[in-house]
């Protein structure tokens, strides 16, 4: 059974997402659960607390899902495609609490706001490094690695806003997709196994 804590945190992630957190009130948190605004904060101690709670659990997500395939041994090419279906995999598995994470975590105090952004640093350079590792191997071809980060991320970060589970890709099709355009771009090439 879910415990009081969860649900507040599945709701508020639920509004949050589709409304921003600005847009959100403890009272609206409160109404979607059924309960009065007063006995909420006896659960909670405030709405930023809230998002705190979510941002932090998401990051700790995207970090046990990439991190590990960021560190082990092997050719670059075949991690980056991994780190793209875990972080895909992140994305598709828990949309509102991804999306809250990716796009609301701002709103955080300046205390927090700062530890998110170093979270953020440090999982971007993930793929900063494994991308220079693949250059330096002369498995990938990008010039900047900081920059095939920022862009590899930035498209898969997107999936947040559009992708639907009754879509026509699933999450495996979808990163095997992004993948395959990120690594090998717009050009024709033959599909390698």
């Known amino acids: 059974m879910q415990t009081r804590r969860r649900q507040i945190e599945d709701v508020a992630s639920t509004l949050f997402s589709h409304r921003g957190y600005a847009a959100t009130s403890m009272r609206d948190i409160a109404r979607a659960l059924d309960l009065q605004g007063g006995s909420l904060y006896a659960h909670i101690p405030s709405k930023e607390a809230v998002l705190a709670a979510i941002v932090e659990e998401a990051a700790e997500e995207f970090h046990a899902a990439v991190g590990p395939v960021a560190e082990r041994p092997g050719p670059a090419a075949q991690r980056l495609r991994e780190m793209i279906a875990a972080h895909v995999r992140v994305v598709t598995g828990g949309r509102e609490r991804a999306k809250v994470f990716l796009f609301e975590w701002t709103f955080l105090g300046q205390e927090r706001r700062e530890a998110i952004a170093r979270s953020r640093l440090a999982y971007q350079g993930y ?38 589970p009754d879509g026509a890709l699933g999450p495996d099709a979808l990163a095997e997709r992004y993948a395959d355009l990120f690594l090998h771009g717009l050009q024709p090439h033959e599909r390698t196994p």
Do not use: C, I, K, Q
């Open 127 to 164: 793929f900063e490094r494994v991308v220079a590792e693949g250059v330096a191997a002369g498995e990938l071809g990008a010039t900047d690695p900081r920059l095939a980060a920022v862009f590899v991320l930035s498209a898969m970060n997107a999936m947040a806003h559009w992708y639907r």
